[in-house]
């Protein structure tokens, strides 16, 4: 399983807003580590969408928004569209033996 | 334009062993941090290592699953990274990426090559 924990699916009307949770521990979000989020759709690559916590990618609609407290992180999407419904899977460091980079399980969207 | 092409993939016998490449374009690649990330069918991704620059003595660090299975290297003359697996499982099965992320003073970005599919079968 993963050392990053997020819900493997939600879903949400277009139009509507959804959040993406990702929890880590002490040795990876807690300890003060970025967290970024990457943006999958089925067959191709990842796809940085928000770096640094809270910042947004080139090209990235201001719908998406990135937050961070304590040992967890959230991605939050609002107005949505159809054209979200993506894989999204939240990434950081970890000082532990788990390895250097560190992803979660990834959560699929479904926009109804 | 950055690019990052992973090939040598394929279908591989358990036990056996293969080599992949990623080969960089469009950027400084002596001076860049590579990473092998995987995605295994139906499955997120897992992070399988990184190698770091000749400033920093081409230093590599691995997925502590991976239990020293495999080895990455590189050639900057070629600028090319390398994925060598061995001793493979059928759970390595699995669509391996190269990728970085670099950050400038404004923004980071992160490119992904259209990775490559190794299959462990008999």
């Known amino acids: 399983q993963s050392v990053l924990t997020q819900p493997p699916s939600v879903s949400g009307a277009p139009g509507q807003r959804v959040t993406i949770s990702c929890t880590g521990t002490s040795s990876n979000i807690g300890a003060g580590y970025d967290v970024h989020w990457y943006q999958q759709y089925s067959t191709t690559a990842p796809k940085l969408l928000i770096y640094?916590?809270?910042n947004r990618s080139s090209g990235v609609p201001d719908r998406f928004s990135g937050s961070k407290s304590g040992t967890s992180a959230s991605l939050a999407i609002t107005g949505l569209q159809a054209e979200d419904e993506a894989d999204y899977y939240c990434q950081t460091y970890d000082s532990s033996l788990s390895g250097f980079w560190v992803f979660g399980g990834g959560t699929k969207l479904t926009v109804l | 334009e950055v690019q990052l092409v992973e090939s040598g993939g394929g279908l591989v016998q358990p036990g056996g062993s293969l080599k992949l490449s990623c080969a960089a374009s469009?950027?400084?690649?002596?001076?860049?941090?590579m990473h092998w990330v995987r995605q295994a069918p139906g499955k997120g991704l897992e992070w399988v290592g990184r190698i770091r620059t000749k400033a920093n003595d081409y230093t590599t660090t691995y997925a502590a699953s991976l239990k020293g299975r495999f080895i990455i290297s590189r050639d900057d003359s070629k600028s090319t990274a390398y994925l060598q697996m061995n001793s493979l499982k059928t759970e390595d099965t699995a669509v391996y990426y190269c990728t970085r992320l670099y950050c400038t003073r404004t923004s980071c970005y992160s490119p992904w090559g259209q990775g490559t599919l190794v299959t462990v079968s008999s």
């Open positions: 469009g950027f400084v690649f002596s001076g860049a941090v």
């Open positions: 640094g916590n809270t």
